[in-house]
């Protein structure tokens, strides 16, 4: 494991975003999502690409709180610009699990 400094670590901006649209990223390598986060005022919605689809359907993730890194660079993934980062955990076969809030918080929420 490598350490960074505490200085490294909020250079992250880990935020809590509403998923508001979530459809099947047909044109994606592996099965996906192409999600719509919104962050609030100040940041707004933002898109992103999730392989999340063992354990979500698209319906079901519509008014989730997501936890997500939204100051890394945009990435181009197929067709899409991905503008944040998802975040989850991999389960014992390998599917990811989101990581999100245990109780709601206000959208724009910053991970400290």
Request: with cysteine; charged share 20%.
């Amino acid at each position: 494991m490598q350490e960074i400094s505490f200085e490294d670590f909020l250079q992250v901006e880990l935020r809590v975003g509403e998923v508001v649209s979530a459809e099947l990223f047909a044109e994606a390598r592996k099965p996906a999502y192409i999600l719509h986060v919104d962050f609030g005022p100040g940041i707004g919605v933002l898109k992103s690409s999730a392989q999340i689809t063992v354990h979500y359907q698209p319906g079901e993730l519509i008014g989730k709180q997501v936890v997500a890194v939204v100051n890394f660079p945009t990435k181009q993934i197929g067709p899409i610009q991905s503008q944040c980062l998802v975040t989850g955990f991999h389960d014992e076969n390998g599917a990811v699990v989101l990581c999100v809030p245990d109780r709601p918080v206000p959208k724009g929420s910053r991970l400290l």
